[in-house]
């Protein structure tokens, strides 16, 4: 059973910083991809980064958010800079299996970024 656990998440200023981790019940070299995804009141959830052979981030993060991992605890991280207002919302962590041909996605309960203007 794969369980992820965000954390860090907050209330700041626009133009402030923040990071949240996501931990991960076992290795995260388990997964063939881990990223980040945040879903606004009244809108879709939608990708922010993603890391899994190569690193791909929403136009809207690029240049103010990065992705990174510690593999031996288990954790990615999003580290956000220059926060903007439309950056708030429930940031969800996710990973990708790839098992036999079949996509198995796995997702934390999330973690709520605030961000006052």
């Known amino acids: 059973q794969v369980q992820l656990a965000e954390s860090g998440g907050g209330l700041v200023h626009a133009g402030g910083s923040l990071r949240i981790s996501c931990q991960a019940s076992?290795?995260?070299?388990?997964?063939?991809?881990m990223g980040w995804y945040r879903q606004a009141p009244g809108s879709q959830r939608e990708l922010v980064a993603a890391?899994?052979?190569?690193?791909k981030y929403a136009d809207s993060v690029k240049g103010r958010f990065t992705i990174s991992s510690d593999n031996e605890k288990n954790t990615v991280y999003l580290q956000m800079h220059s926060l903007k207002p439309e950056d708030t919302g429930v940031y969800y962590c996710?990973?990708?299996?790839?098992?036999?041909?079949?996509?198995?996605?796995?997702w934390g309960p999330g973690t709520q970024v605030t961000v006052s203007s």
């Open positions: 996710n990973a990708l299996r790839l098992l036999n041909g079949q996509e198995y996605n796995y």
């Open positions: 076992q290795s995260i070299n388990n997964f063939a991809a």
């Open positions: 890391s899994g052979g190569h690193i």
